[in-house]
């Protein structure tokens, strides 16, 4: 390989190793293709997969790969809750990706009940989703930091 090719091919996987790893669990399809497109934007962002129901979410989160889950509680099977509380049950807080939660149901008890589990943040999508771009570039932002 041309010294230009190897170099690229090193820049490549530098920065896909450094890429925030995001996971989405989301059932609106048109939702997670907003999503999806949104986080494609963010530098040193990556959407790693799109899951809409409770046990696929908890199938990749314990495969290791996202480091930021944004979860819906209302999924096609299954829910956001019962996803928190097996991450919960499973004791693997230190391996436990940070968990944002974006609903219709911003009630007041879900947030309490959410933020209970320890989630970074609690956004409702008719009011908040504004905050989503900002909140995954401080992540990357601090994770970089982490890493260097």
Not at 15 to 32: F, I, P
Not at 84 to 102: E, F, M, N, Q, Y
């Amino acid at each position: 390989m041309p010294p230009v090719a190897v170099q690229a091919l090193i820049d490549d996987m530098m920065s896909n190793g450094s890429s925030l790893r995001v996971l989405l669990a989301e059932d609106s399809t048109l939702l997670a293709a907003r999503l999806t497109e949104l986080i494609g934007k963010l530098p040193d962002v990556e959407l790693i997969g799109t899951v809409d129901c409770e046990a696929d979410t908890l199938s990749q989160v314990a495969a290791g790969t996202p480091d930021v889950l944004i979860l819906d509680l209302h999924l096609r099977t299954g829910s956001g809750f019962g996803v928190l509380r097996a991450l919960s049950r499973s004791g693997s807080a230190g391996t436990r990706p940070k968990i944002v939660i974006l609903t219709n149901f911003g009630l007041p008890e879900y947030r309490r009940e959410a933020e209970a589990f320890g989630v970074e943040a609690f956004l409702d999508k008719s009011r908040d989703y504004f905050r989503l771009p900002s909140l995954l570039t401080d992540f990357a932002r601090d994770r970089s930091a982490q890493t260097h």
